[in-house]
Protein backbone atom coordinates (compact mmCIF):
# COMPACT_ATOMS: atom_id res chain seq x y z
CA UNK A 1 0.00 0.00 0.00
CA UNK A 2 1.76 3.31 -0.95
CA UNK A 3 1.62 5.76 1.88
CA UNK A 4 2.65 9.57 1.77
CA UNK A 5 3.15 11.44 5.04
CA UNK A 6 3.30 15.42 4.68
CA UNK A 7 5.76 17.11 7.71
CA UNK A 8 7.12 20.80 7.92
CA UNK A 9 3.99 22.89 8.21
CA UNK A 10 3.72 25.57 10.69
CA UNK A 11 3.30 29.28 11.19
CA UNK A 12 5.72 32.02 9.78
CA UNK A 13 5.52 35.48 9.22
CA UNK A 14 5.50 37.08 5.58
CA UNK A 15 8.44 37.20 4.08
CA UNK A 16 9.84 33.47 5.99
CA UNK A 17 10.79 30.14 4.84
CA UNK A 18 9.63 26.61 5.60
CA UNK A 19 10.44 23.64 3.87
CA UNK A 20 8.15 20.73 3.79
CA UNK A 21 8.88 16.68 3.56
CA UNK A 22 6.66 14.17 2.04
CA UNK A 23 8.18 10.73 2.83
CA UNK A 24 6.89 8.08 0.79
CA UNK A 25 6.46 4.08 0.82
CA UNK A 26 4.97 1.33 -0.75
CA UNK A 27 6.06 1.79 -3.93
CA UNK A 28 9.63 2.22 -5.85
CA UNK A 29 9.52 5.76 -5.56
CA UNK A 30 12.99 6.77 -8.14
CA UNK A 31 10.39 5.89 -10.51
CA UNK A 32 8.02 8.28 -9.32
CA UNK A 33 7.24 12.19 -10.66
CA UNK A 34 6.04 13.23 -7.62
CA UNK A 35 3.86 16.40 -7.14
CA UNK A 36 3.08 19.01 -4.47
CA UNK A 37 -0.38 20.54 -4.02
CA UNK A 38 -2.16 23.01 -2.17
CA UNK A 39 -5.56 24.08 -0.81
CA UNK A 40 -6.19 27.49 0.48
CA UNK A 41 -9.04 27.96 2.78
CA UNK A 42 -12.25 28.16 1.17
CA UNK A 43 -10.99 27.35 -2.41
CA UNK A 44 -10.23 24.64 -4.62
CA UNK A 45 -6.64 22.21 -4.76
CA UNK A 46 -3.99 23.84 -6.54
CA UNK A 47 -1.16 22.07 -8.31
CA UNK A 48 1.94 23.55 -7.06
CA UNK A 49 4.94 21.86 -9.12
CA UNK A 50 6.09 18.64 -9.51
CA UNK A 51 9.78 16.82 -9.74
CA UNK A 52 10.42 13.65 -12.19
CA UNK A 53 12.27 10.52 -11.83
CA UNK A 54 15.14 12.40 -13.40
CA UNK A 55 14.97 15.64 -10.96
CA UNK A 56 13.17 17.85 -13.66
CA UNK A 57 11.33 20.24 -11.87
CA UNK A 58 8.02 22.08 -13.26
CA UNK A 59 5.65 24.55 -11.07
CA UNK A 60 2.92 26.88 -11.31
CA UNK A 61 3.69 30.45 -11.97
CA UNK A 62 2.69 32.09 -8.60
CA UNK A 63 5.44 30.11 -6.83
CA UNK A 64 8.38 30.19 -9.70
CA UNK A 65 11.62 31.73 -8.32
CA UNK A 66 10.07 31.08 -4.71
CA UNK A 67 9.41 27.77 -4.06
CA UNK A 68 11.95 24.87 -4.56
CA UNK A 69 10.90 20.95 -4.95
CA UNK A 70 13.82 18.29 -4.35
CA UNK A 71 13.94 14.98 -3.41
CA UNK A 72 16.58 12.43 -2.06
CA UNK A 73 15.91 8.98 -3.18
CA UNK A 74 17.49 7.22 -0.90
CA UNK A 75 15.06 8.52 2.21
CA UNK A 76 12.14 7.88 -0.33
CA UNK A 77 11.61 12.02 0.32
CA UNK A 78 10.17 14.77 -1.73
CA UNK A 79 10.78 18.49 -0.14
CA UNK A 80 9.32 21.79 -1.04
CA UNK A 81 11.23 24.73 -0.26
CA UNK A 82 8.76 27.71 0.48
CA UNK A 83 10.86 31.24 0.54
CA UNK A 84 9.63 34.73 0.85
CA UNK A 85 6.27 33.65 2.04
CA UNK A 86 3.17 35.34 1.26
CA UNK A 87 -0.38 35.53 3.18
CA UNK A 88 -1.81 33.93 -0.20
CA UNK A 89 0.52 31.18 0.77
CA UNK A 90 -2.03 29.77 3.05
CA UNK A 91 -2.94 26.26 2.31
CA UNK A 92 -3.20 22.75 3.53
CA UNK A 93 -0.22 21.68 1.61
CA UNK A 94 -0.57 17.80 0.12
CA UNK A 95 1.94 15.31 -1.25
CA UNK A 96 0.49 13.65 -4.39
CA UNK A 97 1.94 10.37 -6.67
CA UNK A 98 -0.03 9.28 -9.51
CA UNK A 99 1.08 4.83 -8.99
CA UNK A 100 -0.65 2.23 -11.99
CA UNK A 101 -3.14 2.22 -9.36
CA UNK A 102 -4.12 5.32 -9.09
CA UNK A 103 -3.83 8.40 -7.54
CA UNK A 104 -2.58 8.87 -4.02
CA UNK A 105 -2.16 11.43 -1.83
CA UNK A 106 -1.10 12.46 1.78
CA UNK A 107 -3.25 14.17 4.88
CA UNK A 108 -1.43 17.28 3.90
CA UNK A 109 0.13 19.97 6.45
CA UNK A 110 -0.91 23.06 6.97
CA UNK A 111 1.18 26.40 6.42
CA UNK A 112 0.16 29.80 7.74
CA UNK A 113 1.41 32.71 6.40
CA UNK A 114 0.21 35.80 9.17
CA UNK A 115 2.25 38.53 11.12
Known amino acids: QVQLVESGGGLVQPGGSLRLSCAAS????????MDWYRQAPGKGREWVGD???????TYTDSVKGRFTISRDNAKNTVYLQMNSLKPEDTAVYYCHVLTSRGMVWGKGTLVTVSS
Open 26 to 33: GLIFSSNT
Open 51 to 57: ISRGGRT
